[in-house]
């Protein structure tokens, strides 16, 4: 089949290599010039609203998917009769808003942050009140990577907080004291089978995820997990990866956000699981079952980011991915993965791996 991909990013890349293992051609959009997915298949240069572009884009291709969840809804709303387009739209639009992601969330009782919807510096008063401190105030569209957000620790800063966010639409949330975070990644195909990686843990370093570890040791958990993403990809009659992120407290689960497409968290899966994230979603949007998603072991990942140092490439227990990105502080270019037969010996690696490129840059998993 002809896939189409909107995003040319690492996500684009890797899902390019999955589909060509499976016989499929990739056309991508997107607007840098020699972005990564271009190792794998055309780029059509263009902005993700470029309407003509996204028309060409259906005209070539028998599906089309997408990397990352910020793309114009109303712009793929206007090819979404020429071509098939997975994960659905509609989940497409529940995921760009926070609000209508939490809406989500509240109808499926999946537990979440308390949280208000923010208008005025005097919403945010009376959130601090009913709430509590700290909260955590967040843009409603287009954050990522705790971009758009705002830790309110005092009063005294609300002025100050309203003055860096006050333009967008708000939301204010109870700040989690969580004890460690985690993913949830299933697949749904589009004749309704689902399968569900094993749970993964997440370290963020300012913001952006820095190293996982699958699995995570907790039956309880990983249930609860399980049972969520797959109320979710029910519900919203998903075809394709969808990543959900949970805060963990104690024994339990609260829901941060879902991700309709392919994610960061579930890297490991290329060389850790039995088949990966990538293989899945694509297996998923041409119409055929999703391949088994059992773990080869203990895996870890660890994002490469800032800079790809010469140590990076000269662990023989590790797989590096370089995406072939140039350099720049904050930006993700690449991650390495260890797969390893116990989850002491896999944070053994990671724990060396982690040392050693932060030796090399002084920076590791630090965004700016
Ligand atoms: P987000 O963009 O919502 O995924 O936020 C990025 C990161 O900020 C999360 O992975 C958490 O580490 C942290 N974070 C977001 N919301 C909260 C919260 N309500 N309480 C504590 N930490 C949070």
Redesign the pocket.
């Known amino acids: 089949m002809r896939i189409g991909i909107i995003g040319a990013g690492q996500l684009g890349q890797m899902l390019g290599f999955a589909a060509r293992a499976h016989g499929h051609t990739c056309y991508f959009l997107g607007p840098s010039d020699k972005p990564p997915a271009a190792k794998v298949g055309p780029v059509v240069q263009a902005s993700f609203d470029d309407r003509v572009a996204l028309a060409v884009l259906a005209e070539k291709c028998d599906v089309i998917t997408y990397e990352f969840e910020n793309v114009p809804v109303d712009a793929l709303a206007d090819i979404a009769d020429l071509v098939p387009i997975y994960p659905p739209l509609a989940a497409l639009r529940q995921a760009q808003d926070?609000l209508t992601e939490k809406q989500l969330f509240e109808t499926l009782d999946i537990p979440l942050?308390e949280y208000r919807t923010i208008d005025s510096a005097a919403n945010l008063e009376d959130a601090a009140a009913a709430i509590g401190l700290?909260l955590?105030i967040?843009t409603r569209r287009l954050?990522?990577?705790?971009?758009?957000?705002f830790?309110l620790r005092k009063r005294e800063d609300i002025g100050a907080a309203w003055q860096e966010l006050g333009a967008n639409a708000l939301l204010a949330?109870?700040?989690?004291?969580?004890d460690y975070?985690v993913s949830a990644i299933g697949v749904r195909s589009g004749i309704g089978d689902i399968a569900t990686y094993c749970l993964t843990q997440?370290e963020?370093a300012g913001?952006i995820?820095s190293v996982s570890r699958a699995p995570v040791d907790d039956a309880v958990l990983t249930e609860q997990a399980d049972r969520h993403v797959r109320e979710l990809l029910e519900h919203l009659d998903y075809v394709g990866v969808l990543a959900l992120?949970l805060?963990v407290v104690g024994d339990r689960l609260l829901a941060?956000?879902f991700a309709p497409r392919v994610h960061n968290s579930g890297h490991w899966t290329i060389e850790g699981a039995e088949t990966s994230q990538f293989s899945n979603h694509v297996l998923a949007i041409v119409g055929e079952h999703p391949g088994p998603t059992g773990n080869r072991g203990h895996a870890g990942m660890i994002n490469l980011i800032g800079e790809i140092p010469d140590a990076a490439r000269q662990f023989a227990e590790g797989s590096l991915h370089d995406y072939g990105k140039t350099p720049r502080p904050g930006r993700k270019l690449g991650h390495i993965t260890v797969v390893a037969d116990s989850a002491t010996d896999r944070d053994r690696l990671i724990g060396e791996i982690t040392k050693s490129v932060t030796k090399s840059t002084g920076q590791h998993g630090t965004g700016t």
Do not use: I, M, S, T
Request: proline share 7%; net charge negative; aromatic share 14%.
């Open positions: 926070r942050p700290p955590v967040k954050g990522y990577d705790g971009k758009g957000q830790v949330e109870q700040w989690v004291n969580f975070e997440n963020h913001g995820l992120e805060f941060n956000e």
